[in-house]
T-cell receptor, first 110, second 112 residues
Framework: NAGVTQTPKFRILKIGQSMTLQCAQD?????MYWYRQDPGMGLKLIYY???????DKGEVPNGYNVSRSTTEDFPLRLELAAPSQTSVYFCASRSGGRAFFGQGTRLTVV | GENVEQHPSTLSVQEGDSAVIKCTYS??????FPWYKQELGKRPQLIID?????GEKKDQRIAVTLNKTAKHFSLHITETQPEDSAVYFC???????????FGSGTKLNVKP
């Protein structure tokens, strides 16, 4: 099993550009999450999903959108990128209590 | 939502010493208490967890203890090694929860 896979690993965006961060899991988990981690800081919840077709906001949703059309995929969309969105983004899925994280996407907005 | 605090924010110990990190939470409904380890440049990974019907759990050199009355739980690492150097996060939650929040993290540095 691949677990949770994120693409791309690195990306540089210009201010105002848009992009989608991809996240896929092959563990058939219903619960999926997007977090951002600024340098030297903790993980902040952006959006989460409890199953296909159901999403909800976390602590810091502004500037982001998500969709969950299948159990496997949970993409995160950035519209009109801003320097404040420079961060490392982690996708996670959960079974019972345990969370499984992807390897992260390092995004820089210049 | 859950208000989670971790102490200390940084901890430096000599190899072979013990380390203790404390996590305080606010939601009395929380019944699941995990600890995650994040090495530099890597993803967080679960290292140990405990449910509220258990007061302590041990796995080799690491252990977690829970004080539900005081709403805190702690990570204990004995005989620390340089590879224990990482950032540790707690993420208390209600089991089968929808969402969970991480503490701010504790950076542990083990000096050889």
């Amino acid at each position: 099993n691949a677990g949770v896979t994120q693409t791309p690993k690195f990306r540089i965006l210009k201010i105002g550009q848009s992009m989608t961060l991809q996240c896929a899991q092959d563990m058939n988990h219903n619960y999926m999450y997007w977090y951002r981690q600024d340098p030297g800081m903790g993980l902040k919840l952006i959006y989460y999903s409890v199953g296909a077709g159901i999403t909800d906001k976390g602590e810091v949703p502004n500037g982001y959108n998500v969709s969950r059309s299948t159990t496997e995929d949970f993409p995160l969309r950035l519209e009109l990128a801003a320097p404040s969105q420079t961060s490392v983004y982690f996708c996670a899925s959960r079974s019972g209590g345990r969370a499984f994280f992807g390897q992260g996407t390092r995004l820089t907005v210049v | 939502g859950e208000n989670v605090e971790q102490h200390p924010s940084t901890l430096s110990v000599q190899e072979g010493d013990s380390a203790v990190i404390k996590c305080t939470y606010s939601d009395s409904a929380s019944n699941y208490f995990p600890w995650y380890k994040q090495e530099l440049g890597k993803r967080p990974q679960l290292i140990i967890d405990i449910r509220s019907n258990v007061g302590e759990k041990k796995d080799q050199r690491i252990a977690v203890t829970l004080n539900k009355t005081a709403k805190h739980f702690s990570l204990h690492i004995t005989e620390t090694q340089p590879e224990d150097s990482a950032v540790y996060f707690c993420a208390p939650a209600v089991y089968n929860f929808n969402k969970f929040y991480f503490g701010s993290g504790t950076k542990l540095n083990v000096k050889p």
